[in-house]
């Protein structure tokens, strides 16, 4: 049903007075769905059309997860003399630290930037621009001819890192149908887990080779150039694009006429007449819970932001600091441990686990929408906790029977990836209002990125200090707390729009 262009002025033009205190729109026709506890009209999708706005996004994803993969690998090539194919092969333990994690702290300079810029950009320039980062990054690091420049090539690859994890989750939420929008990002997780699997893969294929380390960095070019050109030619998130049409960046009716048809695009030719009044929904939705307003640095911390800062921030800090990396160290001599030949071969442990945890993925993107965020982390998280406290006893009182701790590395992994993992990313992306969602995710991101790199950090001292049994118990610890923060203060946003989501769960 299309709109007079008249009536979508008047409509626009009375945005600006819309307060969520009053509740009303002006008049009595126009009050928002929400407000009265009525869902928007049901949304017409194509899921083929739903693909390709989700793969391109999720590239990036996939990219971070073969860095994480592929550098295990490269960092045993470059170490060796006869296959490094250079002449500084001798590095010392701190400049392999910066090799490794050099991507870490560009990504958390990457998360930094977005605070600042991904409003500015939106969300699908964001993501061009981290395939761009993505690009050159791989190919300094690939050709490097001294140390510092690769340092440099994994600093720039980790910036993009930084940004396409921000984007990524948002653009995927904004455009995707409301009854598949759990299921797409918790894909994403899936990408990230196929992309480890794939750099441990062609990683464990290329080390042999004299300088195996450059094919496996120059490896990852192909996927950010077709990421770029994807992002190119997908359309802009037509909330971003309301979202500046309610802030008056632009003339309201042409970002309104361009939503309509990037909808039209992400939606397929299933939206029929619909998309004008989709489009129109949203606006009013958007207008009664303010998203009129600026944003204020300070606005971030304070009223509903700061309800899905804790909520969203809480969540991706404690998915770092409930022992994940810790868990991974121990797989190879955990399962050495008891009786397997293969476990001797670290690659190969982390290809077996990586299929492992891809199996896991899968299962909660098949069930995410039917049993909702928190039954999946309740759930999940309560196995992490037994796991983790098995993994304790072991250590301390049971390491005569191996069998518990490989039980309870495959329940630590399995149920990871059946809440944390997915789930973590899928609520960040969901819970922060529209107006402060980029900068409140990019908090998000810097979290999590900085909890994996504080984790990493004191892992070896915590180890020395207290020992592995003690450690794990006081990870099953930190598991519990998290239980109960999930219990008390996640909300589930199962078939929520975005905008009934911030109206009702913040």
């Known amino acids: 049903m299309a709109t007079d262009p008249e009536q979508a002025r008047a409509r626009l033009s009375s945005f600006g007075k819309v307060g969520k205190s009053?509740?009303?729109?002006?008049?009595?026709?126009?009050?928002?769905?929400?407000?009265?506890?009525?869902?928007?009209?049901?949304?017409?999708?194509?899921?083929?059309?739903?693909?390709?706005?989700?793969?391109?996004?999720?590239?990036?994803?996939?990219?971070?997860?073969?860095?994480?993969?592929?550098?295990?690998?490269?960092?045993?090539?470059?170490?060796?003399?006869?296959?490094?194919?250079?002449?500084?092969?001798?590095?010392?333990?701190?400049?392999?630290?910066?090799?490794?994690?050099?991507?870490?702290?560009?990504?958390?300079?990457?998360?930094i930037l977005a605070f600042n810029i991904a409003d500015i950009l939106g969300r699908r320039r964001e993501l061009i621009l981290a395939a761009l980062l993505y690009l050159v990054g791989a190919l300094v690091t690939a050709v490097a001819p001294d140390f510092i420049i690769m340092v440099v090539g994994r600093f720039v690859f980790g910036i993009g890192i930084g940004l396409a994890m921000h984007a990524a989750p948002m653009y995927i939420a904004e455009t995707a149908p409301t009854p598949m929008r759990g299921q797409l990002i918790s894909l994403k997780e899936f990408f990230i887990v196929l992309g480890m699997v794939g750099g441990y893969g062609i990683g464990s294929l290329l080390v042999d080779l004299v300088a195996g380390w450059r094919y496996m960095y120059g490896a990852s070019t192909p996927l950010a150039v077709i990421m770029g050109i994807g992002m190119w030619w997908l359309p802009a998130?037509?909330?971003?694009?309301?979202?500046?049409?309610?802030?008056?960046?632009?003339?309201?009716?042409?970002?309104?006429?361009?939503?309509?048809?990037?909808?039209?695009?992400?939606?397929?030719?299933?939206?029929?007449?619909?998309?004008?009044?989709?489009?129109?929904?949203?606006?009013?939705?958007?207008?009664?819970?303010?998203?009129?307003?600026?944003?204020?640095?300070?606005?971030?911390?304070?009223?509903?932001?700061l309800k899905a800062l804790i909520i969203g921030a809480g969540l991706v800090l404690f998915q770092q600091i409930t022992g994940q990396p810790s868990v991974l160290y121990y797989a190879a001599s955990i399962l050495?441990?008891?009786?397997?030949?293969?476990?001797?071969?670290?690659?190969?442990?982390?290809?077996?686990?990586?299929?492992?945890?891809?199996?896991?993925?899968?299962?909660?993107?098949?069930v995410v929408e039917r049993l909702g965020r928190r039954p999946l982390l309740l759930g999940g998280v309560s196995g992490i906790v037994i796991s983790l406290f098995l993994l304790g006893s072991y250590y301390l009182f049971l390491d005569d029977v191996?069998?518990?701790a490989v039980v309870?590395?495959?329940?630590?992994?399995?149920?990871?990836?059946?809440?944390?993992?997915?789930?973590?990313?899928?609520?960040?992306?969901?819970?922060?209002?529209?107006?402060?969602?980029?900068?409140?995710?990019?908090?998000?991101?810097?979290?999590?990125?900085?909890?994996?790199?504080?984790?990493?950090?004191?892992?070896?001292?915590?180890?020395?200090?207290?020992?592995?049994?003690?450690?794990?118990?006081?990870?099953?610890?930190?598991?519990?707390?998290?239980?109960?923060?999930?219990?008390?203060?996640?909300?589930?946003?199962?078939?929520?729009?975005?905008?009934?989501?911030?109206?009702?769960?913040?």
Request: a negative charge.
């Open 22 to 111: 009053s509740g009303e729109i002006g008049s009595a026709d126009e009050e928002p769905l929400i407000a009265n506890g009525i869902r928007p009209s049901p949304e017409n999708y194509s899921v083929s059309a739903a693909i390709l706005p989700f793969l391109f996004p999720a590239l990036g994803g996939l990219l971070y997860g073969y860095d994480i993969g592929s550098t295990s690998c490269a960092t045993i090539s470059i170490e060796s003399p006869t296959l490094s194919g250079i002449s500084w092969y001798g590095l010392s333990s701190v400049e392999i630290g910066l090799i490794t994690s050099g991507s870490l702290y560009g990504a958390l300079i990457g998360s």
């Open 237 to 305: 998130s037509p909330r971003w694009l309301l979202l500046c049409a309610m802030k008056r960046k632009g003339d309201m009716q042409d970002l309104r006429e361009s939503a309509i048809s990037c909808l039209c695009r992400l939606r397929g030719q299933s939206i029929g007449d619909s998309a004008p009044t989709e489009v129109d929904e949203i606006l009013t939705e958007l207008s009664y819970v303010g998203e009129d307003k600026e944003v204020s640095l300070r606005e971030v911390f304070h009223g509903k932001c």
């Open 336 to 366: 050495q441990s008891a009786g397997f030949s293969a476990a001797s071969d670290a690659s190969r442990v982390s290809i077996l686990l990586g299929l492992f945890k891809l199996i896991m993925t899968g299962l909660a993107v098949l």
């Open 408 to 506: 309870a590395l495959l329940l630590y992994v399995g149920c990871y990836q059946l809440s944390f993992g997915p789930i973590g990313w899928l609520m960040i992306s969901e819970v922060f209002p529209l107006r402060l969602r980029g900068r409140g995710l990019s908090v998000a991101v810097l979290v999590n990125f900085g909890a994996n790199a504080l984790v990493t950090f004191a892992f070896s001292p915590l180890k020395d200090l207290l020992g592995a049994g003690i450690l794990f118990y006081a990870f099953g610890v930190i598991a519990l707390l998290s239980l109960a923060f999930i219990f008390f203060i996640v909300p589930e946003t199962k078939g929520l729009t975005l905008e009934e989501i911030e109206a009702k769960c913040l």
């Open 402 to 404: 191996p069998a518990v």
